[in-house]
């Protein structure tokens, strides 16, 4: 066990934790199981597989991503612009180009959540997802937070 400082990402007012870990050396280091708090989740479906876009939870994006724009972000999306973000894929520490959105009852990324994300990470219908933006990086954190059990041959 070996004391480590865990800070609040969504809060960073929050003043730091010690928590005692435990350290396994063979292990690689996994950068999603340090940020676990994942504030926009989503069950993957299989409209977010099929088509070139991710329809977003609307009541978490307006909670955790959308105050934590900048005005001039906000005002873009506000007016149905599509705005530029970056997504850092923490499970393979890549980053991707795609665009966020409003499209009227819902926030979508598009412009490239297919390729960059369902083909080369695989995903599937019901698989969890989750999203954090950083304040400062001004980019968006993604992480696969559960896959389904495989089923073994046979059965």
Do not use: C
């Not at 393979?92 to 297919?114: C, D, K, P």
């Not at 080369?120 to 997802?129: A, D, F, K, P, Y």
């Amino acid at each position: 066990m070996r004391p480590t400082r865990f800070s609040n990402f969504l809060n960073p007012e929050d003043p730091p934790q010690i928590v005692n870990v435990r350290v396994d050396n063979n292990a690689p280091p996994r950068f999603r199981d340090l940020m676990n708090q994942w504030p926009v989740k989503k069950l993957l479906t299989a409209r977010d597989i099929n088509y070139s876009q991710i329809v977003m939870p609307r009541d978490q994006v307006e909670d955790f991503i959308l105050p934590k724009l900048l005005p001039a972000e906000q005002s873009s999306i506000n007016r149905g612009e599509q705005f530029p973000i970056t997504v850092r894929d923490l499970d393979t520490m890549t980053e991707y180009q795609v665009r966020f959105w409003e499209n009227g009852t819902s926030y979508v990324l598009a412009s490239g959540w297919s390729a960059s994300f369902v083909r080369r990470r695989e995903l599937q219908v019901g698989e969890e997802v989750g999203f954090n933006w950083d304040e400062r990086l001004r980019i968006l954190h993604f992480t696969v937070l559960s896959r389904p059990p495989v089923p073994h041959q046979g059965e």
